[in-house]
């Protein structure tokens, strides 16, 4: 059996000095922190112009005629632009290009994109955009997605009957006859509100038109390569005129992670006024362009053996996945694949709806998929637990996975620290004394989650290397890494500085890395699924050891000695069988570049064909290379005369396969539990009649730090046989985990369980009160 | 839009440029005076990346008015250390993970150097309250507690070294 111990080669460490899992400052810091690192807004060019995007009032409308003559003629005004210059429907999945940087023919959420202009300065923008004329006739909306999905005409775009996006029937073994089977079954319907990314930096587009008629793009974007292809299409020109360039990013989340509409409307405008435009985005806008977490249900029900095995699991979940296609398939397959791959359960039905509605459309968001079933999941798992008087704790231990192992949906798991995991919270956060011991009001709960490290399959179904990099060293001895991976904060350009550093046995100093430039850097499929540390890591090890190769050739025949005996540490190439045999790096790449006559070299990374998931319909989402695992304990108190929740600890593990550098580890599994806890308790966006009622961070509020308590995490090593060095993902995996967390926590205080996200001081009171009344008519439970 | 010639004083510098009379100071900040380290990051004032230290003072920039600000000395991002050195708050901010995609950074090291002028050895709490006004999504918090801590330890060391060198001169 292969467990982490018996690691190959690819996960060990080079030497005793190894700067592998020590903690590093990140490499663009000193830029972030003197305020002198530039964000796609700080960026401006002569000439450059304001541009702006009116948007529908309607929240379903057809355009019947737009007239912008009279902003065309306000003088200032250099380009007036609506659907009609650039009418290529586009999308992030091939199967959903469906959208337009500006809509076509009718607005299908309050917000849509209409017509865009491009203006000397920002008021005479704002009075341009006043002057276009738009003759809507209004249509009958769907704001509901369980109304929406019996719509039986009028439909949000007419090739998806009953509004309905995609739907998917997945069965594994028998879930009803092991359902019947069950000692214990329970059933019930969860509900999520929506939530929305909120990263600190709403979206910004600089386009330059260059006079060789080339188009230059800066985008806060999470994944360049899409923004190249997508603007390719629709400003019908070839990739090799444009050129993406991602400066700073200030968060995704997943925001990012598909073409905003801004991105290409900037494009087009650029195109048509010959000259550079920008477009940023208002806070408002930024909430309006979405793309986050959609309203969910989930109807589920599970049945326990006396002994606490899961005996089958049937998942319903509809998800309100607004106006466009957008990521919408992929995340409702994601809830699927992994509701129940987490457990060792072999009976799972799952049926997923996805649905429009005229509202902006929902995407990728933190987690992609997983967070809201596994809120159900773990919710009811709790109650079952109750039901069959085992400790919450317990009931998980006894469905675990053995890795290395198939789950029964096809998802090849490579390494499992959960067991880990597990045992760790539980001791540090003093479980056994507080489950069901604490006085009434105050509480513990327990939850687990997974997620993946990228998924096996790109979007568009290909053998494409995922990432690739490239190294060149010339006679100064400073390796440039060149990549087209996506540093949005998480930190990827120290950690694929720091395996090259590592591989090569340098100091991180002697790298200079040149990221996400598409006329530059080399495909890589974004910052998205928490993908990069597992592919653009595992291509750094194979570009640097493809380097270190060619050096040691030069180095062996000038040292008379083999280069298999060779090794690469503290700035200096030795002989492993003769250490007085060495040469300094220095000399070794001026001895390397005389014999091979220049050192470059390439590494790419695709995930292996038995890691790509099963063969039926939508059996490409979910497969990852390799899975990451949470649990955690939160400790909290209620206040039952306000509904009050006060969380006065979080107590995470997460397995990230090995922490390549635990700083920013340690940084992202403590960000993931933050934006669950945000979720939780206080994050919603409130829609009426399609307009959000909330548009602001006055009203959408996320955690400040008087809402954030103190949050412990712990590193969990599992060291994944095929992860570089063993890494696996960090930065999603243990968001999902917090919201059912919290939730089995208030059940531990109160006794009551709550089954609707956010968990309000409202909806505590009234299950309160529906309680006493409850006790009160002589039927009332325990605690 | 008629403009005005106005000056202000920022980072030490006496400043002029021409803008309307009602230019946000953030606005003049990013587009007339290229200080872009200072960020707006909403529409409301409710976010705190765009925070500058008016006479000592957070204030948010994006509801100052720049004119309105002429007899004052305002400290952005760019000026809490000289050029090519770094503040121990952005040493710490660095170290121990204060920055994740650092579009907040520049507010709350404008709210942690206030609050480390006024008291440099802060608790837990004071720092909490102190950091209230600013979002940050990445972190979660923790690390800038640690980054305030960082600062603090390293205030403590020069303030000991000082007292040293003062003991031994007299």
């Known amino acids: 059996m292969r467990d982490g111990r018996e690691a190959d080669m690819s996960t060990k460490l080079m030497s005793a000095d190894s700067i592998i899992g020590k903690s590093m400052a990140m490499t663009d810091a000193p830029l972030k922190v003197t305020g002198l690192g530039k964000y796609t807004d700080d960026l401006s060019v002569r000439g450059m112009l304001y541009g702006m995007v009116l948007h529908s009032p309607h929240a379903h ?66 009075e341009a955009l006043r002057l276009i004329e738009v003759d809507y006739e209004v249509l009958p909306a769907w704001f509901d997605p369980l109304e929406s999905m019996k719509a039986e005409s009028g439909w949000i775009h007419e090739t998806k009957p009953n509004n309905i996006e995609k739907e998917y029937h997945h069965e594994f073994g028998n879930p009803e006859a092991a359902l019947a089977a069950a000692a214990f079954v329970r059933e019930d319907r969860y509900y999520a509100g929506e939530v929305n990314h909120a990263a600190m930096e709403p979206h910004s587009t600089l386009a330059i038109w260059e006079p060789d008629n080339r188009l230059t793009v800066y985008s806060s974007t999470q994944v360049p390569y899409y923004l190249h292809r997508t603007l390719a299409e629709v400003c019908e020109m070839p990739m090799s005129q444009i050129r993406v360039i991602k400066p700073l990013v200030g968060g995704g989340f997943g925001g990012k992670s598909e073409v905003i509409p801004l ?26 362009a979405h793309r986050g977490r959609p309203i969910t249900y989930v109807d589920l029900k599970m049945g326990l053996s006396r002994e606490g095995k899961i005996e089958g699991v049937v998942a319903r979940v509809v998800q309100d996945g607004g106006a466009y296609c957008g990521y919408g398939p992929v995340t409702v397959l994601y809830s699927g694949a992994l509701l129940g791959a987490i457990y060792d359960i072999s009976n799972v039905r799952y049926d997923g709806y996805r649905v429009l509605t005229n509202k902006p459309a929902c995407g990728a968001m933190r987690g992609h998929g997983t967070v809201n079933v596994r809120f159900a999941f773990e919710s009811l798992l709790d109650d079952l637990a109750h039901d069959a008087g085992i400790d919450p704790v317990e009931v998980r231990r006894r469905n675990l996975l053995r890795a290395p192992c198939m789950t029964v949906n096809g998802l090849r798991v490579t390494s499992y620290g959960l067991p880990e995991c597990i045992e760790k919270v539980v001791e540090r956060s003093g479980w056994n004394e507080k489950s069901g011991k604490l006085p009434y009001g105050r509480g513990v709960g327990f939850a687990c989650s997974h997620y993946v490290s990228g998924a096996a399959n790109p979007v568009v179904r290909s053998n494409m290397p995922h990432t690739t990099v490239h190294l060149k060293i010339d006679r100064d001895a400073t390796v440039t890494l060149f990549t087209g991976a996506s540093e949005i904060g998480q930190g990827s350009d120290t950690m694929q500085v720091q395996i090259v550093a590592e591989t090569l046995g340098v100091r991180m100093e002697r790298i200079k890395i040149v990221a996400a430039d598409t006329d530059r850097t080399p495909v890589d499929l974004g910052s998205y699924s928490s993908r990069v540390t597992f592919m653009a890591g595992n291509a750094c090890i194979a570009a640097a050891k493809n380097m270190r190769e060619q050096i040691y050739t030069a180095v062996a025949k000038r040292l008379g000695c083999e280069a298999a005996e060779l090794e690469s540490r503290g700035e200096e190439i030795v002989s492993a069988k003769n250490p007085a045999l060495k040469m300094s790096f220095d000399a070794a790449v001026v001895a390397a570049i005389d014999f091979h006559g220049a050192l470059v070299a390439s590494g790419a990374y695709t995930p292996p064909e038995e890691s790509r998931g099963g063969k039926f319909k939508g059996a490409g989402v979910g497969p990852s290379p390799s899975y990451s695992y949470s649990a955690q304990v939160i400790e909290v108190s209620v206040d039952t005369e306000t509904g009050h929740v006060q969380v006065h600890r979080i107590v995470a593990a997460h397995d990230c396969g090995r922490a390549l550098n635990p700083m920013t580890v340690e940084g992202q599994v403590i960000g993931s539990v933050y934006m669950g806890l ?86 505590i009171l009234a299950a309160l009160q529906a309680k006493k009344k409850l006790a009160s008519s002589g039927n009332g439970g325990a605690r | 839009m008629t403009k005005e010639l106005l000056q202000l004083k920022v980072n030490g510098e006496l400043r002029e440029f021409a803008a309307p009379a009602h230019k946000l100071l953030l606005d003049v900040l990013r587009e007339d005076l290229d200080l872009t380290g200072t960020k707006r990051g909403c529409d409301d004032s409710s976010c705190g990346a765009c925070a500058v230290l008016v006479d000592g003072v957070p204030m948010l920039a994006c509801v100052a008015i720049a004119s309105c600000c002429q007899d004052s000395e305002i400290t952005t991002v760019e000026g809490i250390a000289p050029p090519g ?40 709490d004071e720092i909490r309250d102190a950091l209230s006004s600013n979002f940050c999504r990445c972190t979660g918090y923790m690390q800038i507690y640690e980054s305030v801590r960082f600062a603090i330890e390293r205030g403590k060391e020069k303030r000991a070294a000082e007292c040293a060198m003062a003991g031994k001169r007299t």
């Open chain 1, 678 to 763: 945000g979720q939780a308790l206080q994050e919603e966006m409130v829609w009426r009649g399609g307009r959000l009622m909330n548009p602001t961070f006055l009203d959408y509020r996320i955690p400040a730090t008087l809402d954030t308590p103190q949050i412990d995490c712990i590193i969990v090593e599992s060291i994944d046989p095929e992860g570089p060095f063993g890494a696996k993902e960090a930065g999603e995996g243990s968001l999902a985990a917090t919201i059912p967390a919290v939730a089995n926590a208030i059940y531990d205080a109160v006794g009551v369980r709550i089954t609707s996200l956010p968990i309000t001081p409202e909806k």
């Open chain 1, 263 to 288: 991105e290409i409307t900037a494009g087009v405008l650029a195109k048509k006024a010959r000259q550079p435009v920008k477009i940023t985005y208002t806070r408002e806008e930024v909430f309006y």
């Open chain 1, 61 to 126: 409308a057809r355009i019947r005629a737009i007239r912008t003559a009279r902003a065309e003629a306000l003088p200032g005004v250099k380009a007036v632009i609506t659907g009609a210059d650039a009418p290529t429907p586009y999308g992030v999945l091939p199967i959903g290009h469906d959208e337009c940087c500006l809509t076509v023919d009718k607005v299908r959420y309050v917000g849509d994109n209409v017509a865009a202009v491009a203006a000397t300065s920002r008021e005479i923008a704002v």
């Open chain 2, 85 to 124: 050195t770094l503040d121990p708050l952005q040493q710490g901010w660095a170290q121990e993970g204060g920055s994740q995609c650092g579009f907040c950074t520049s507010g709350f090291l404008i709210s942690a150097k206030a609050l480390l002028d006024r008291n440099p050895d802060p608790t837990l």
